[in-house]
């Protein structure tokens, strides 16, 4: 039987909470489907770092980096100043262990309701592959005279074709097990020096070694109009790391919220683990009150199943997900129809058959 080491990083608020319900889901899937897993806890956070001062000790990375893949529901509390947890543990993590393909799809369930008026599942059905490694968040930059009225600030974006090439050819494969069809999101005719890299490899990479897939180009303000207006006109879209995290959340609110958005942090060659987490945070206003959504953690799940090569699982998983939101009365709140508890309940025991 195969056996898979998964870290397990609940983290802080509902982190835990909607956590507790995805493994409940992959003990019912291990059972169906033959396969285990052997699981350790991380006590990581911001509850962590309030009682310690510690955010992701390096003994932790090196027990982290052994892992088969990495489980995390929500780090952040309102006591820690931003930027410490979002920079020093998910950050880190995306970088240190290369995870260079930040997977999102954008899928509207049947009977979830979505703030676009008459939008149907068959119009709605896209991955978003956003870059996860480069670009405007590598840090890199300065500022002058700090606090002054002469105070000067800079921050640049990096793109290298190397890790621009590889996110764009993990997108290619992607469209082939899809629709093959590919959309850049860039904004090329403004952003001309990193635009014409992206441009380039996508064209050249295209032509040379996917010439099956179709190729659409989209500006990154029209795509925020298509993707309410034509969602349909997208099967796969890749895009640079800041594009990728604006328009992702875009995605989110039309696929139904916060409450069913799920990701993946992949490092698609395997040589570090990749990292699969709902795309919501630690919602601190509802944590402890069993009002959280436990949908996006238990489709992260599934995404991580996928990518740990049972295909059957992750399939079984998303569908079980599918048919409790179709039983559901809100995606989120008191009135959702069943508790988080009880929500994981009854996609777990789906799962099981
Ligand atoms: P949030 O995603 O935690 O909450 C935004 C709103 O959505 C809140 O009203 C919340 O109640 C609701 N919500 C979130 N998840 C839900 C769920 N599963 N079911 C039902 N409702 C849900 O974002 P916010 O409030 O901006 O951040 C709270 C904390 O989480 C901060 O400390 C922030 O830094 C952290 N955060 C962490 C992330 C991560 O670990 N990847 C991502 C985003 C925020
Ligand atoms: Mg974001």
């Known amino acids: 039987m195969t056996t898979h080491h998964l870290a397990i990083i609940g983290g802080d608020g509902v982190g835990p909470e909607v956590t507790a319900q995805a493994l409940k889901v992959l003990d019912a899937a291990e059972q169906r489907f033959g396969f285990s897993t052997t699981r350790t806890e991380y006590d990581l956070g911001g509850r962590r770092y309030l009682a310690s001062g510690e955010v992701l000790p390096d003994s932790v990375m090196a027990e982290l980096d052994e892992a088969d893949a990495i489980l995390l529901g929500a780090v952040g509390t309102p006591e820690v100043p931003p930027g410490v947890l979002e920079r020093g543990l998910l950050l880190k993590l995306r970088f240190a262990f290369d995870q260079f393909v930040n997977l999102r799809p954008v899928k509207l369930l049947p009977g979830v309701p979505t703030p676009i008026a008459g939008l149907t599942p068959d119009r709605c059905d896209m991955v978003i592959v956003r870059e996860n490694t480069e670009g405007m968040y590598v840090g890199a930059g300065g500022s002058l005279f700090h606090g002054t009225g002469a105070e000067v600030a800079t921050q640049e974006s990096l793109n290298t074709r190397h890790g621009v090439e590889r996110v764009i050819r993990d997108a290619f494969a992607r469209a082939q097990n ?176």
């Not at 309410?228 to 328009?247: A, C, H, W, Y």
């Not at 998983?317 to 069943?338: N, R, S």
């Open 178 to 353: 899809r629709r093959n069809h590919l959309t850049l999101v860039h904004k090329t005719n403004v952003l001309n020096f990193a635009g014409d890299l992206w441009m380039r490899t996508f064209t050249e990479v295209g032509e040379a070694d996917f010439p099956d897939v179709e190729r659409d180009y989209v500006h990154v303000d029209a795509m925020c109009l298509y993707m309410v207006t034509t969602p349909e006109r997208f099967d796969v879209v890749v895009t640079d790391n800041l594009f990728g995290d604006i328009v992702t959340d875009l995605g989110a609110a039309v696929q139904g919220g916060l409450g069913l958005a799920a990701s993946g942090n992949l490092n698609p060659t395997g040589a570090h683990p990749s990292m699969f987490e709902p795309v919501h945070g630690s919602a601190p206003d509802i944590a402890g009150k069993g009002w959280a959504n436990p949908v996006a953690a238990v489709l992260s799940l599934s995404m991580a199943l996928d990518h740990l090569d049972h295909a059957d699982a992750a399939r079984a998983v998303e569908d079980a997900a599918a048919e409790v939101l179709t039983t559901m009365t809100a995606m989120g709140g008191p009135d959702m129809g069943g508790s988080t508890d009880e929500l994981g309940d009854r996609i777990a025991a789906i799962v099981a058959g």
